[in-house]
């Protein structure tokens, strides 16, 4: 799930405060006497679009390009409209239900099998061959995450991976260096978790590579451990093998395996045998740091590193008073493996301005207009020749964002496509949680979310 968290939002959004109307990260409704509607027309003549997308950062690298986009098209004025993510689909679904909506919003893969099945977003294959898109610009793998069966629902524009960001301040407090060719195993760990004691230190100064290392009173954990499936289990399990589902519609999941099972355990065991990461209760409901409890404890110090994915990197450099690093994944028992995810926008069937849509979603998927998301460091973006342009933003601001592009350049897993998978995803994290919050009984509570996602899965159709 690509959700932007809460205290990444309010944070950004304050700082944007001082940059005027145009910059601010709160919806565009708030600079104009408000929305006017999906596709209707002002007394000027113009469009209005309306385009949704959930509350991120990167809705001011988003204002950016459409100030650019609305003068090349003086006959069209967009809005945007932002939810929380966990509001997100649902206000949208319940929109399109009654022929509303908005005329183009974001879509995240686990939303794409659902909204498909309800026929709200517009096939855009033919508009995209007459208009001799280059689709091979791209980076394949999102072109081939967003085809589905042959057609085409939007344009890739962005992308993302999954590593650990971490207190540079504190490694070097501690001589803690980074090894190369880290890899992690469930019989004992690997050098992951050598290195992860490295960095865990008690409040008597021992770390847990010490015999006197008192874990029953750390200060320090060296990372997190979160019930969460993109940044918590999900690269874990593609690198030991094991995938949520089989294949793209698949209406059973495919991680209550040995091999899943296994990769759970070792999660647990980071934080209940070894020792490294924060318990599970620190992570809040369920384990899953929905109210970016992970972000909190990093910031204060008591964790040293944190798993997440790049869309992050603002929020967190705004949070912490240290200055960051970023590690890559280590390599599991199946080799090196990323979960790649990215975004597109669809334009909704119910928008009586299709054709006015179809500028702004070409737009947005242009080189032209993914120069300047991945400029000002907003975006990866998904036309893989532009991607050093974000590089070298957050190089200037003294952070290698390197080991998020390196993993790209892995086995890359895509996003569980079916329908009924963002309630599942939900459900899974629910049953997994006694589990996370205990140390306990892994395997019956991995048994259990299977179960409940299954049938998530077939009442999803």
Request: hydrophobic residues 40%.
């Amino acid at each position: 799930m690509r959700r932007r968290r809460n205290s990444a939002w309010s944070i950004t959004a304050k700082l944007a405060a001082t940059a005027g109307c145009a910059a601010l990260l709160v919806t565009a409704a708030a600079c104009s006497s408000g929305s006017s509607g999906s596709g209707k027309s002002g007394s000027s003549g113009k469009v209005n679009l309306t385009y949704a997308m959930w509350q991120t950062p990167e809705q001011a690298g988003y204002q950016k390009s459409i100030d650019v986009f609305e003068k090349s098209h003086p006959n069209i004025h967009v809005t945007i409209e932002s939810f929380a993510y966990n509001d997100y689909q649902p206000k949208l679904t319940t929109e399109f239900s009654s022929g509303g909506g908005p005329d183009i919003f974001w879509v995240n893969t686990p939303m794409i099998a659902s909204w498909v099945q309800d026929g709200v977003m517009a096939n855009l294959s033919s508009k995209i061959s007459a208009a001799h898109t280059n689709l091979g610009q791209y980076i394949p793998s999102l072109v081939s995450l967003h085809d589905i069966k042959g057609v085409m629902y939007g344009l890739p524009k962005d992308w993302d991976t999954i590593a650990y960001f971490y207190n540079a301040g504190y490694f070097t407090k501690h001589h803690i260096t980074v090894p190369s060719n880290l890899t992690w195993n469930p019989q004992n760990g690997g050098s992951w978790v050598q290195f992860l004691k490295s960095a865990t230190y008690d409040t008597g100064g021992h770390n847990a590579l010490s015999s006197s290392f008192n874990a029953g009173s750390v200060a320090t954990y060296a990372t997190d451990s979160p019930n969460e499936m993109q940044w918590g289990f999900d690269p874990y399990l593609a690198e030991d093998g094991v995938n949520i589902i089989s294949a793209p519609y698949a209406k059973q999941v495919a991680f209550d395996t040995p091999a899943g099972k296994q990769t759970f355990q070792f999660l647990s065991d980071l934080m209940y045998k070894y020792h490294v990461a924060v318990p599970g209760s620190a992570l809040g409901t369920d384990a899953a740091a929905n109210t970016s409890q992970d972000q909190q404890l990093f910031a204060q110090g008591k964790v040293a590193m944190i798993e997440g994915g790049d869309w992050e990197t603002a929020g967190l450099l705004s949070e912490v008073k240290f200055k960051l690093g970023v590690v890559q994944f280590p390599a599991g028992p199946d080799g090196q493996a990323m979960i790649l995810n990215g975004l597109i926008d669809s334009v909704s069937t119910h928008s009586p301005n299709q054709q006015d849509a179809w500028e702004l979603e070409q737009w947005l998927g242009s080189a032209a207009s993914e120069k300047i998301l991945g400029a000002g460091g907003y975006i990866w973006p998904g036309i893989k020749s532009l991607d050093p342009l974000y590089a070298s933003y957050w190089q200037q601001h003294g952070l290698n964002m390197q080991p998020f592009l390196t993993e790209a350049s892995w086995k890359t897993v895509s996003w569980p496509i079916t329908p009924g998978m963002n309630q599942a995803q939900l459900d899974i994290a629910n049953q997994l949680a006694p589990a996370y919050l205990s140390g306990k009984n892994v395997a019956q509570a991995v048994n259990a979310a299977a179960k409940q996602a299954d049938d998530d899965l077939a009442s999803a159709g």
